[in-house]
T-cell receptor, first 113, second 115 residues
Framework: SQKIEQNSEALNIQEGKTATLTCNYTNYSPAYLQWYRQDPGRGPVFLLLIRENEKEKRKERLKVTFDTTLKQSLFHITASQPADSATYLCALDRGSTLGRLYFGRGTQLTVWP | DAGVIQSPRHEVTEMGQEVTLRCKPISGHDYLFWYRQTMMRGLELLIYFNNNVPIDDSGMPEDRFSAKMPNASFSTLKIQPSEPRDSAVYFC?????????????FGPGTRLLVL
């Protein structure tokens, strides 16, 4: 079955620094990978999608990379702010089952002033 | 659009009782997903529908769980009888392949506590 690992359960960084979160997967080659943000007591919110033929994607202070050789995605938040504190989930498809996503356990990011 | 709507937001019930969770997906979305989230197991897919038809229910823990989607704008997840280990947050999400985006849009969740 698809196995997805996010680098750590928690990451603490200082405001203004770049946060880098890692998502590793095994067994399958996804057609696309997604990142979601989840705040306490709320549902996950879609942030970015990157396809297998894309190396990098950006949205404002967010950047995602996708290395299908390493089976890894990196999620960067530049100039981090306390408001970026949340849990970030990566999710990927299995290529053959359209629509279904497999979610990682998430990394809880805390940005302190 | 109001987004995905779930009800109730909170449910406290006693073991053995029937629980029904409800979901209204975003209008025009053709996929609907039911997830369960716990600290121990993270976000687990229970079942999903495409155009109101169940596609994969392999994540449904046991026969006590059932889900229906009678039309494009409504789905239910039922637990009968409920057990304390069913306590979790249940999310409904919807997505659309029409735009090619495939992102999932989650509702606020139903926090279920079975005593």
């Amino acid at each position: 079955s698809q196995k997805i690992e996010q680098n750590s359960e928690a990451l603490n960084i200082q405001e203004g620094k770049t946060a880098t979160l890692t998502c590793n997967y095994t067994n399958y080659s996804p057609a696309y990978l997604q990142w979601y943000r989840q705040d306490p007591g709320r549902g996950p919110v879609f942030l970015l999608l990157i396809r297998e033929n894309e190396k990098e994607k950006r949205k404002e202070r967010l950047k995602v990379t996708f290395d299908t050789t390493l089976k890894q995605s990196l999620f960067h938040i530049t100039a981090s702010q306390p408001a970026d504190s949340a849990t970030y989930l990566c999710a990927l498809d299995r290529g053959s089952t359209l629509g279904r996503l497999y979610f990682g356990r998430g990394t809880q990011l805390t940005v302190w002033p | 659009d109001a987004g995905v709507i779930q009800s109730p937001r909170h449910e406290v019930t006693e073991m053995g009782q029937e629980v029904t969770l409800r979901c209204k997906p975003i209008s025009g979305h053709d996929y609907l997903f039911w997830y369960r989230q716990t600290m121990m197991r993270g976000l687990e897919l229970l079942i999903y529908f495409n155009n109101n038809v169940p596609i994969d229910d392999s994540g449904m823990p046991e026969d006590r769980f059932s889900a229906k989607m009678p039309n494009a704008s409504f789905s239910t997840l039922k637990i009968q009888p409920s057990e304390p280990r069913d306590s979790a947050v249940y999310f409904c999400a919807s997505s659309s392949t029409g735009t090619g985006l495939l992102a999932q849009y989650f509702g606020p969740g139903t926090r279920l506590l079975v005593l």
